[in-house]
């Protein structure tokens, strides 16, 4: 994989993140998702999870690579359980987790994610 293949992943993977937030809003908002918290809750049925387990360990060291993937697993299990609370009408509890003015475990997760793929 060259450079802007491993840039164009990381970027996609940074925007798919991004993404949730919009997503978990518009749950909440809506009272319907697109999405099942038993399948969002797997980390590796995402285009981003598939190309943790098949390409991520050839361009990074084992340290980076185990800490992406386990930040990545607990990012998606903790958007399946926000998007639980969005599906039950839970607002207030779902805008505390992705308000980027909280210190939720969501921000967090997603914050410590992208700047290690930054890293990259």
């Known amino acids: 994989m060259d450079q802007n293949e491993k840039k164009a992943k990381i970027d996609s ?3 798919a993140h991004l993404e949730w937030f919009k997503r978990l809003k518009s749950t909440v908002n809506t009272g319907k998702s697109d999405f099942k918290p ?4 797997k980390d590796n049925l995402c285009d ?4 943790i387990y098949t390409d991520l360990k050839n361009i990074c060291d084992d340290k980076s690579f185990e800490e992406i993937k386990s930040l990545h697993a607990q990012f998606h299990k903790k958007a399946s359980e926000v998007l639980v609370l969005a599906l039950e009408g ?13 210190n939720s475990d969501l921000i967090q997760l997603s914050g410590k994610l992208v700047l290690l793929l930054r890293q990259l």
């Open 38 to 41: 038993e399948i969002v809750c």
């Open 90 to 102: 839970k607002k207030d509890l779902v805008e505390k987790e992705i308000s980027l003015s909280s």
């Open 13 to 15: 993977a940074i925007k």
């Open 48 to 51: 981003f999870g598939k190309w």
